[in-house]
Every structure is written in C-alpha cells, then in structure tokens.
C-alpha cells in the first residue's frame, strides 16, 4: 500500500511539473511589453500612476508575471483574470490621439469606490497595489476634470463660431 502511494504521488508530481512547464506567461512571454499605462494627454500624472501602480498588470498588455505564476493552479487563475481584465479594459489599446470618455472614467471611479478594484485577493498578494484615500480621490476626480476640461473646449468652439460669424456675447 506504501509502495503503490508513492509511485502515485511520483506520477502526480511529474505530471504537475509537466503542467508548470507551460505557464501563463508563456501565453505573451513574446509580445512587446509596452508601458503598461500609456501617457495620454488628459491623464494627469498622478492618476497614471496610481493605475500603473495597481491596475497594469491585469488591465495592460504590460503584465509582469511573478514566479508563482508558472506553477498550477496559480498559473490559470492568474491567465484567466488576467484575460478576464484585458477584455473588460486594456490601458495598451488606449491611445494619446484618442479621446477618453468621462463615462469611461467613471466606471473606473465607480470600481474603485465600490471595493471592486482592485480585488482583495490581488492586493492580499501585491500589498503595493492597495488604494489609499489620495489614491482613490485622485482616480474619482479624474472623470470631474474631464468633463470640465470637455465644457471649456466646447465653450471655446462656440466663441470661435461667434467671432466667425461676427456675431456679438
């Protein structure tokens, strides 16, 4: 009975280091590994760095896989939040020519107001990822100054149009 338990705790640590062999990071261990939160030019630095900080690894394609994510289970868990996050938002496919939305914002804002973001069982592991009360205060203004920035370029253009026009305030 000995005998026959060893052999098959044997076969099952070959089989999981076979496993472990094909870990997560292989999945983009090749792609180019951009800054993980893109400068944009209504990003205010503060903000940038706070998700570079503790949003990047799981909402950019700048992921830096630690060494516990070549072994299984962690492996696929790790892979499939990763997946998981890039689909719901990915920073490497915002671009600076682009324009981000307040709404997009928001829902980051909201996120993180809610305890959704970033997850408990992420920063139990990535302390450094934790949000403070700046860190949080900074994110959720981030959508107010937006739209501020939005209202002043618009007012802007009507003024342009008026002057055009000739027309008098």
């Not at 000995?2 to 070959?14: C, E, G, H, Q």
């Not at 939040?81 to 490497?92: C, I, T």
């Not at 994110?139 to 027309?167: F, I, M, N, T, Y």
Request: charged share 25%.
């Amino acid at each position: 009975m000995t005998k026959k338990f060893v052999w098959l705790a044997a076969i099952a640590l070959l089989v999981t280091t076979a496993i472990g062999l094909t870990s997560a990071e292989t999945a983009d261990a090749n792609a180019p590994r951009p800054d993980g939160i893109p400068a944009h030019r209504s990003m205010p630095a503060d903000v940038r760095a706070v998700l570079q900080r503790s949003c990047a690894d799981c909402h950019s394609n700048a992921t830096r896989w630690p060494w516990y994510s070549k072994l299984p289970p962690a492996s696929w868990l790790m892979a499939r939040h990763v997946a998981a996050g890039r689909e719901k938002l990915n920073f490497s496919e915002w671009s600076d020519g682009g324009t981000l939305s307040p709404n997009q914002v928001q829902e980051i804002c909201d996120a993180v107001e809610g305890g959704e973001m970033p997850p408990a069982s992420y920063t139990l592991v990535h302390w450094s990822a934790a949000l403070s009360t700046d860190d949080k205060r900074a994110l959720c203004a981030w959508p107010d100054d937006l739209r501020s920035a939005a209202a002043r370029r618009s007012a802007k253009a009507r003024r342009r149009v008026r002057s055009v026009r000739g027309e008098a305030r």
